[in-house]
């Protein structure tokens, strides 16, 4: 094997570890506890918050171009989505190897902490349409992060650009539907039911819309999968204990399964 024209010499170009910022990546673990287990849990929440500004870029990617009405680019955006999504399940598998006893022996240093306060957590569900104005109150102390916030939760939702999408293409999306305050979770309508039941009926006249409703599936599927992992992750290192963050822990993630993005897109297959 020659090893003849490789790279040795990286004194004064760009190196692979300087291209990613290497330094400052592995730099950013500092437990609080001399445990092993610490750096496990660290490790984790920051790999799935890479992710989360991955998966934050790709709904905006997605969102501009439904609102275009160009959903060629938008199903690779929401394709991409929903790999992402695996790979933040997967994640709780790592995690789930952490023992009750080894989470206790550092929780103390975590203090108020907790991913209840992930503001990119919460800019993704702003942008699947799950709004609630108290999930902003946590951020208020930096500008920063409350700004670009509280921007996602004013701005229309995936779901609720894919509706006026389908109204814009002659399909008929009810008008309450279409200019209702988007502040305020989407709550399932029997019109919209019946655009979807169209769609499906007739897919091959639309197709593409067709095809953006199981990307939309995919996608919540997909998160509805994230959101049991977490709660039974939980639920097996600290039982029915409140949250570090003062949550009712595993019973608020509990709640959190109970709630739907698309609900017309799940009950329209009960109807076709």
């Known amino acids: 094997?020659?090893?003849d024209g490789i790279q040795t010499d990286f004194s004064d170009r760009m190196s692979y570890g300087?291209?990613?910022?290497?330094?400052?990546?592995?730099?950013?673990?500092q437990?609080?506890?001399?445990?092993?287990?610490?750096?496990?849990?660290i490790t984790i929440h920051q790999v799935q918050e890479l992710?989360?500004?991955?998966?934050?870029?790709?709904?905006?990617?997605?969102?501009?171009?439904?609102?275009?009405d160009t959903l060629g680019p938008s199903f690779k955006c929401l394709s991409r989505v929903s790999r992402i999504q695996v790979q933040l399940i997967q994640a709780w598998d790592v995690l789930a190897t952490m023992t009750p006893a080894d989470y206790l022996r550092f929780r103390p240093v975590l203090g108020s902490s907790s991913g209840f306060q992930s503001w990119q957590y919460r800019q993704i569900e702003f942008k699947l349409g799950a709004k609630n104005a108290l999930m902003l109150k946590p951020h208020r102390h930096r500008p920063d992060i409350h700004g670009p916030l509280e921007a996602a939760f004013h701005a229309p939702s995936l779901y609720d650009e894919a509706l006026r999408l389908l109204a814009r293409r002659g399909l008929a999306i009810p008008t309450d539907i279409l200019e209702r305050d988007v502040t305020r979770p989407h709550q399932a309508d029997a019109g919209v039911e019946a655009v979807w039941a169209t769609i499906y009926r007739e897919s091959e006249r639309y197709f593409d819309l067709y095809e953006l409703a199981e990307e939309l599936v995919d996608v919540e599927d997909s998160f509805q999968q994230w959101r049991f992992r977490h709660m039974k992750t939980v639920e097996r290192i600290i039982g029915m204990r409140q949250g570090t963050g003062g949550s009712a822990g595993v019973a608020y993630l509990r709640q959190a399964l109970e709630r739907s993005f698309f609900p017309e897109l799940w009950s329209v297959r009960t109807k076709l």
Do not use: C, G, V
């Not at 300087?18 to 673990?29: E, I, V």
């Open 1 to 3: 094997m020659t090893t």
């Open 18 to 29: 300087d291209y990613l910022r290497l330094d400052t990546l592995l730099s950013a673990q």
């Open 31 to 41: 437990p609080l506890s001399a445990e092993q287990d610490e750096l496990l849990f």
């Open 51 to 68: 992710w989360m500004k991955l998966l934050n870029s790709e709904l905006d990617m997605a969102i501009a171009h439904i609102r275009a």
